[in-house]
C-alpha cells in the first residue's frame, strides 16, 4: 500500500520567503510527527498530532514555525520568514496508534539562500 | 537522491563480514529503542526495537543489544550485503511519544 508521501520533495526558498510543506499520511493512522534533520545529524522532534489535535509542539524552534492538521489527515509544516539555518530535510513520519510504531516519508529538503 | 550526511561516522566493512554499529544514549529513563536504517534521499526506515525489560532481541540478520548500566545500544549485522549500506540511527523514547535519534553511522560495505 502507500505510504507517507512528502511534497514538494525540494523546495528552495529566498530568505524572508514563507514555506508551505505537505504531509500525506498512511490512511488511518492516528499520530503524526515532524521532524527537522539537519545534514550529518539525527532527526530532530518539531510536533505532534493525535487526530487533528497538535498534543506537543515543544520541538518548534521558533514562532516562525507553525504546524496543521485540521481534518485529522494531511498536515502542513509552513516556515515564515525563512532564515538560512532553517535548511535542513524536513521528515514526517505516521503512526497507526501511540507513535512508537513510526513510517517516514521521504523528507523535503528546504534549502534557504 | 541527497546524502542523509556528509561527515558521519564511517565503519567500513567487507561484504560478507559481520557489522557492530554503536549507540550511546542519553536518558537512564528511556524504555524503548529503536534502529533505523536511512538510505540516500529516504526517510529513516524501521529495522529492530527492544523494550528496556529486556537485554537482547534477535530479528533476521540482525541483533540488538542493550545495555542499561553503561547506556549502550548495539546493532549487530550478520552476513552484510551491498544493500545494507546507509547511515544507521539509534532513537530512545521515554513513555513518551517524541523519539530522540543518535547522530548516526554511516556503514559502508566493500565488495
Known amino acids: 500500500g502507500a505510504g507517507v508521501s512528502q511534497s514538494p520533495r525540494y523546495k528552495v526558498a529566498k530568505r524572508g520567503q514563507d514555506v508551505a510543506l505537505r504531509c500525506d499520511p498512511i490512511s488511518g493512522h492516528v499520530s503524526l510527527f515532524w521532524y527537522q534533520q539537519a545534514l550529518g545529524q539525527g532527526p530532530e522532534f518539531l510536533t505532534y498530532?493525535?487526530?487533528?489535535?497538535?498534543?506537543?509542539k515543544s520541538g518548534l524552534p521558533s514562532d516562525r514555525f507553525f504546524a496543521e492538521r485540521p481534518e485529522g489527515s494531511v498536515s502542513t509544516l509552513k516556515i515564515q520568514r525563512t532564515q538560512q539555518e532553517d535548511s535542513a530535510v524536513y521528515l514526517c513520519a505516521s503512526s497507526p496508534s501511540a507513535g512508537l510504531e513510526q513510517y517516514f516519508g521521504p523528507g523535503t529538503r528546504l534549502t534557504v539562500t | 537522491g541527497e546524502s542523509v550526511g556528509l561527515h558521519l561516522p564511517t565503519l567500513s566493512v567487507q561484504e560478507g563480514d559481520n557489522s557492530i554499529i554503536n549507540c550511546a544514549y542519553s536518558?537512564?529513563?528511556?524504555?524503548?529503542f529503536i534502529w533505523y536504517k536511512q538510505e540516500s534521499g529516504k526517510g529513516p526506515q524501521f529495522i529492530i526495537d527492544?523494550?528496556?525489560?529486556?537485554d537482547k532481541r534477535q530479528g533476521q540478520r540482525v541483533t540488538v543489544l542493550l545495555n542499561k548500566t553503561v547506556k549502550h545500544l548495539s546493532l549487530q549485522i550478520a552476513a552484510t550485503q551491498p544493500g545494507d549500506s546507509a547511515v544507521y540511527f539509534c532513537a530512545e523514547n521515554n513513555y513518551g511519544q517524541n523519539f530522540v535519534f543518535g547522530p548516526g553511522t554511516r556503514l559502508s560495505v566493500l565488495p
Open positions: 527492544i523494550r528496556s525489560n529486556m
Open positions: 498530532f493525535q487526530n487533528e489535535a497538535q498534543l506537543d
Open positions: 536518558n537512564s529513563a528511556s524504555d524503548y
